[in-house]
């Protein structure tokens, strides 16, 4: 059965001091989810089981993100976390830190209803 997306949201995170990439997109994702409420699933009697959720989340060093952790710790729904080039490194020029930011988009797919209509 195909899939339907029926939630996008977007969220922004950030590692201030410890260059922790997968710290700044787990922050980015709860941003993201933050901004979400799933009424859906009570309305239709549908259990979250039968959601999949497709995390993206951008930074500079995509191989520096453990993304089964981030999928393990998602709240509902079945996971796949996959990790991009984008987000920003800004970099302090007195210090020579580096602050980690990490964009994420959080998508919400569900098989296809019958019976009803998304206008």
Request: overall charge negative; aromatic content about 4%.
């Amino acid at each position: 059965m195909s899939e339907q997306r029926m939630i996008i949201e977007m969220g922004m995170g950030n590692d201030m001091y410890g260059q922790d990439y997968t710290k700044a997109a787990a922050r980015a994702i709860e941003d993201a989810i933050r901004h979400s409420g799933l009424p859906i699933f009570h309305a239709l009697d549908l259990s979250h089981d039968d959601m999949r959720v497709q995390v993206t989340v951008g930074v500079q060093d995509p191989d520096a993100v453990d993304c089964a952790a981030l999928a393990r710790v998602l709240p509902r729904g079945r996971a796949e976390v996959r990790a991009v080039k984008g987000g920003l490194n800004v970099e302090n020029p007195d210090t020579g830190d580096v602050i980690v930011i990490a964009a994420a988009s959080v998508e919400a797919f569900l098989p296809r209803q019958t019976g009803w209509v998304l206008r």
